[in-house]
């Protein structure tokens, strides 16, 4: 059996555990710091800019959909490269933003959320998207299964990070070796961990 590239395994181990238990905080209180909320509130809110232009009920919705395709996008950008690894790291982004997101349906009704907008009164998303469809009383049942995709997507993420770093992690190293192999403009099998070489 080949060594184990420790040098190698541990900081990739580390960062996917990092960012998942992170992640599983994050369900259990909304109110704890993680490392994607930040840059999740500033995609949101650029959100609501970008669909500005197709309606009031798109433009508010917007924050909601630029929030989950920002990770959904990286993700896959990630995997035309052949880093797997990478969209393991997405998929604990995607995670992140869906819990958020779970959490902001789930206050439709009551909204008791400290809200942030680009005015002094901001306008409650989800309060309004969900009673502009006659939806609001099912907030919580909405919530809950946008909360149970999070916890999929979580778990998918770490089954594929798991996989790509047992795999990783006896793989021979060769110095000055490239990083994909191509056949036919097409990356080969043999290229599914060549990234981390």
């Known amino acids: 059996m080949p060594p184990i590239r420790w040098r190698w395994l541990l900081p990739r181990v580390a960062l996917l555990v990092a960012l998942a238990w992170g992640d599983v905080r994050t369900m259990l209180d909304s109110e704890i710091w993680n490392v994607f909320g930040g840059l999740t509130l500033a995609i949101h809110e650029a959100g609501h800019l970008l669909f500005a232009p197709f309606g009031q009920w798109l433009s508010i919705a917007g924050g909601s959909i630029t929030q989950v395709m920002a990770p959904i996008a990286a993700g896959w950008i990630l995997l035309r490269q052949d880093d797997r690894y990478g969209v393991a790291i997405a998929g604990t982004w995607l995670t992140y933003s869906l819990t958020n997101l779970a959490n902001y349906i789930g ?36 919530a809950g299964l946008v909360r149970t995709f999070a916890v999929v997507v979580l778990i998918a993420s770490l089954v594929l990070g798991g996989r790509i770093l047992t795999a990783g992690a006896t793989r021979p190293f060769r110095p000055g070796g490239r990083r994909f192999h191509h056949t036919q403009g097409r990356s080969s099998p043999e290229s599914l961990l060549s990234w981390a070489a």
């Open 107 to 142: 206050d439709a009704r009551a909204m008791a959320l400290q809200l942030v907008g680009f005015s002094d009164d901001p306008l409650h998303d989800w309060h309004y998207l969900l009673e502009s469809v006659h939806l609001l009383p099912y907030d919580t049942r909405l």
